[in-house]
Structures are given as C-alpha cells and as structure tokens.
C-alpha cells in the first residue's frame, strides 16, 4: 500500500460498515442488496455497499421532510455558518478523501485533490451568499403599495451524481440548496458510492456537533431504479441530475410527468477552434490537457479540435509529439499523466467508438488501443488516441466518455463557428486566438451556442464561481456559481396595500 490508500480509508471511516442509507447519524439496514465498489486502479475489491430499498427510501423521506420543518427556518447566515464548519472539515480531509476519489474513480491524485479544493471553494461561496440570496423590489403602479419579491426554500432537492466527479458535483448542489434552506437526499453514482459515504461522514458529524435534526442531509445508493424512487415522488420538488443525455430524458421526463423541477447536466461534446493567430504553446497545453485530463471523462473533455488550414499540420505535429510524452499508469503516482477508465464498459465503448470512427473514414494519428502487463491488470487502461475525422461522422456526433480527441480542418471563422456549433452537445467551448476580431465573434450572439466559451483556455476546468451547465442536449441547467441558487428556491411576488383605498391593478373599475 505504497500510497496509503488503507490509511486514507480508514481515517475516512468508509471500511467501518458497509451501510449505504443514511439520514446523518443513522445509518439504516436496508436488506440484502449490495453493490461492489471495484477500484479501476488494480482492480481490487474496495468494499460492498448495500443498496437502498423501497422501505428504507420511505423513512429517509419522512426524516427529510420533518428535517425540513426544521431547516428552513434557521436563519440563512446561520445555515452558512454550518457550510463555513463543513468548508473547514473538508480542509482537513483533503488528502484523504482526494486519494479516495482517485482510487475509487481512477483520476490523478492532483486532480482528486482539486476536486476536494472545488468542494471547499464552493463552501466558501455559499457562506458568502447564505447574506444574500437577494430579491428585487419593483414600483407599485398603485399608491399606498409597494412590491417586492422574496425567495422560500423549495423543500427536499434529490441529488444524482455521476462517477467522474463523485464528490464535487453533489457539493455544488448540496452547499447552495443548504443554505437556500433546502434539505438534500443524494444518489452518487453506483460506480463511486464509497465516495458519496465519506461525504456523508464528514457533513453528519457537523450537523450532529451543532445539534442539528437528522435528515437534512441524507445518502441512498444504488442504480438508476433507486434514482426513480426519487424522481418518480412527487415529495422532492427537485432533481439535479448529472449524467448521460440519455439518463437525462428519462429523468427529466419522468419529473416533468409530475410537474417536478429538474436541473440537468448532460453531456458535452466540447470543441476548441485554433485559429492561425494561436498562441500555440497555450493552444496545445489547453487542448492536452482538456483531451486526456480524467482520461477524457469530464462532461467538459475536449473532443474536437477545430484547426485553421494553415496551421493544421504543425498543430497535428505537436499533438503527435506532446501525446508521446504522455505516461500513463496508477493515477496515485503523481509521476503519471493519466491514469484508467471507470470500468471495463468504458473499455469497451472507447474501442467500439474507435472502431466505428475508423469505418466512417476516420484516420489515426496517434493510435489507441488498450494497455496490458504489469500494472494494467485492472484491464481498464487505455491510449489516449488522436483521429483525423469530419464533424458530420456518427462518433465525432456523440460522447465517448474516453480520451479520444477528434481533429479538423477549417477555412473560414464563419466554417469553424458552424462547424463548432454542429453537434446536438452545447456545454463547454474554446477558441484559441490572439485575434481580438475572432475572439469577439466566437463570443457573440452568432458565436459559440455553448454554455461557457472560453478565449485562450480550455474547455474544461471551470472555476465554481461561475453558472455551470449547458445549452441543447445538454439539458440547461446551471450549477455551482452566479445566480444558479435560484433553481433550488421558488419565487413569490409579495404586494403590500398601506393605503386606506382598494384600487385595482391596470385601472379597472369595480363599484358596488
Ligand atoms: C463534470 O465533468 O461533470 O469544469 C464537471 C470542469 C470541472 C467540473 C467538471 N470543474 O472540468
């Protein structure tokens, strides 16, 4: 255990029961089912988890529900005190839980730590906006009235998390729908539910420390039909979820059938434009890193690259040489760039992908393939891979949750933009240029039809400060930073007579 994986586990509490359902500081036996959490890394048997049943999801509702009673008349600035306590825990369980993290889902250590890092950031915002959450007062057309607006807690959000961020994501939304007043039941992903357990540890202790009720924060586990108890209750006025597109149309429709709110965060399907006024040395860093980061299994993976004529083969050229020096192995070595897939599916699918791109006439230019020997038995490591292919083939269409980076030719600004735009996808987006006629045109009205365009960065590695989601198939939603608290209350518009008449809005009379 060269990496102190057992250390970071234990210290986590994760291996001290094997219980998935909890309301805080209960943790309830819900049957027989279990699911496996299986390392990518080497393939080992980190621990089993039990599942949430039928049963058990009915007393998590109900604590939630009476937990909510509770919560949502805390003072706002006093529910940000308990995310500022939750924002100091995470401190100092950085290490460990960003080592679990990379273990669990087969990230870098760096890049599990900067995952724990988004946590604490999004803690620190949400303390900051637990004294604002502010509404607006308009003028009353009438005299003697005023008007103004106010935001309520919305009731319990339902959280579905997805693997490749296990933990920050669900932060993103727990931190903000806490201190909207709002209480939060969470599904983590079933391929990193150890994850979703350590969370839950280190947020019940300080619930508990300051004597708050059970139930304001609660974890179930399981696949998608434990999702659909949640999505299918009519008591959980909103879902979050992220995912695929096509888990999300079977979500989004499923709470839209009940009139629910939903907040989805789908798949991406980022491009980054290099143009021929590039800086190339950040246009390669970015594009790299935006490729193989996370084994190219962010929603926000750069998948295409769309290349001016002009510079196409010295960008090709560079991609070639950079992708060489690429070390791939054990994520916990921080010697290593890249590290596995989630599991063997994602295997499959990447070498299917890459199959079914070089049928359509797709070319490689550097050549994927799986890694085997020593230090691969997990059998979930593969070559991050670069294909020369047109934007209109089937595979360059969709997201293939693996590090295959599509390349492209253009002519025009006008062709790369269209070109850019032509994908079902509309996340995240990139334009690379020191040209500040290209750079304003990619970030117009008729530019980049993604939600976050970026100049002279890549796609991926948003800050938490900002909305976080994205437009077409990938669902809308916005998360994390801005004003995307507003999802996760309701509106009411409050007018207040004062005056000793009763006048009608748009001048009616009514005299009797
Ligand atoms: C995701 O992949 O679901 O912008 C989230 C980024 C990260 C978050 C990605 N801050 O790449």
């Not at 193989?292 to 090709?316: M, N, P």
């Not at 900002?466 to 309701?490: C, H, I, L």
């Amino acid at each position: 255990d060269q990496f102190g994986i057992r250390a970071a586990l234990n210290n986590l509490g994760v291996l001290s029961e094997n219980l998935g359902t909890s309301t805080g500081n209960e943790w309830i036996n819900s049957g027989q089912d279990y699911i496996e959490s299986v390392s990518p890394v080497d393939g080992v048997l980190i621990g089993k988890i039990q599942t949430t049943d039928k049963k058990s999801y009915e007393q998590i509702i109900l604590k939630a529900q009476e937990a909510f009673k509770f919560w949502r008349k805390v003072p706002a600035p006093q529910r940000g005190e308990i995310i500022r306590q939750i924002g100091d825990a995470l401190r100092v369980a950085k290490m460990d839980l960003g080592k679990l993290v990379s273990y669990e889902m087969g990230k870098s250590y760096q890049e599990g730590l900067g995952e724990v890092q988004e946590m604490i950031d999004i803690c620190d915002f949400a303390v900051g906006l637990s004294r604002q959450l502010y509404g607006l007062t308009m003028h009353s057309e009438r005299p003697g009235h005023r008007m103004y607006e106010q935001w309520h807690p919305l009731g319990i959000v339902g959280i579905i998390s997805a693997f490749n961020f296990p933990v920050a994501v669900w932060s993103w939304n727990s931190m903000i729908a806490w201190v909207c007043g709002d209480v939060c039941i969470w599904k983590p992903s079933e391929k990193a539910p150890l994850s979703g357990v350590a969370c839950q540890h280190i947020v019940a202790k300080i619930f508990k420390e300051n004597g708050l009720p059970d139930g304001i924060s609660s974890l179930i586990v399981g696949d998608y039909k434990v999702g659909e108890f949640m999505t299918h209750d009519k008591r959980v006025p909103l879902i979050s979820a992220t995912g695929s597109t096509r888990m999300g149309k079977v979500v989004g429709m499923a709470v839209a059938s009940r009139l629910g709110r939903s907040l989805l965060e789908l798949g991406g399907n980022n491009g980054i434009i290099i143009t021929e006024n590039a800086d190339m040395d950040i246009a390669i860093r970015g594009a790299l890193f935006g490729a193989v980061g996370t084994a190219g299994q962010r929603c926000t993976t750069t998948r295409r690259l769309i290349i001016h004529e002009s510079v196409y083969e010295k960008v090709k050229e560079r991609l070639i040489s950079a992708y060489s020096k690429l070390v791939i192995g054990n994520p916990l070595d921080e010697k290593n760039h890249v590290g596995p897939l989630i599991d063997k599916d994602a295997v499959r699918k990447y070498l299917e992908a890459l199959k079914k791109v070089k049928e359509e006439g797709g070319i490689e230019v550097v050549a994927g393939g799986v890694i085997e020997g020593k230090g691969f038995e997990s059998g979930c490591y593969v070559k991050p891979c670069v294909i020369e292919a047109q934007n209109h083939f089937e595979m360059v269409q969709e997201e293939t949750f693996a590090p295959i980076l599509y390349i492209m030719k253009y002519k025009t600004i006008e062709e790369a933009i269209a070109m850019h735009n032509g994908v079902p996808q509309g996340l995240s987006s990139a334009i690379m240029t020191l040209n500040m006629r290209e750079a304003e045109a990619f970030l117009s009205t008729s530019g980049s039809d993604c939600g976050i365009a970026n100049v002279n960065i890549g796609t991926s590695g948003a800050e938490i400060g900002g909305a976080f989601g994205g437009e077409k198939e990938t669902g809308g939603g916005r998360e994390s930073g801005s004003d995307s608290w507003k999802a996760y209350m309701r509106r009411q518009t409050n007018t207040i007579n004062y005056s000793t008449a009763l006048p009608l809005a748009q001048g009616i009379k009514f005299d009797i």
